[in-house]
């Protein structure tokens, strides 16, 4: 009699996986992947965000480098204090500031460079050191002293 019990069951069984899913398997199968696309979709807005900010960070080191290679290259130091300006780049405009100081070593001073974005978002900062002043040799080249 177990036999016949067995027999019967596995029949039903049989004709039950062939009928295919019931509403709710497919409710549930839905909402789970409803779940997962919602979750990529925030993903990919952070994700473009995060690019966005990056690009104005890069963007503001390149004028932050460019502030500081026309100060280096300039025989005459820059004034002590904060003076600022304006730089296109990329397509648009960036303001800086530049701090000048001085250090413990007179013959040293310190160049602090702060970069706002477009929508006036700190960019970038950047501090380099030069010397104090430069003067000419006779063959006019411009040597830093003590060099």
Known sequence: MSGRAAGGNGGQC????EQGFTLIEMLVALAVFSL?????????????????VLETRALGQVVARNVAVETLADPMPPTLGVSSGQEVNGGA???WTRNTSNTDDTSILRIDIAVTGPTG?????????????????AAA???????
């Open 14 to 17: 049989r004709q039950r996986a």
């Open 36 to 52: 997962a696309a919602l979750a990529l979709l925030r993903l990919e807005t952070t994700t473009l965000a995060n690019a966005a």
């Open 93 to 95: 405009t960036w303001n």
């Open 121 to 137: 978002e700190p960019a970038a900062v950047l501090t380099v050191v030069r010397p104090a002043e430069y003067r000419l040799d």
């Open 141 to 147: 080249t411009i040597t830093a002293p003590g060099s």
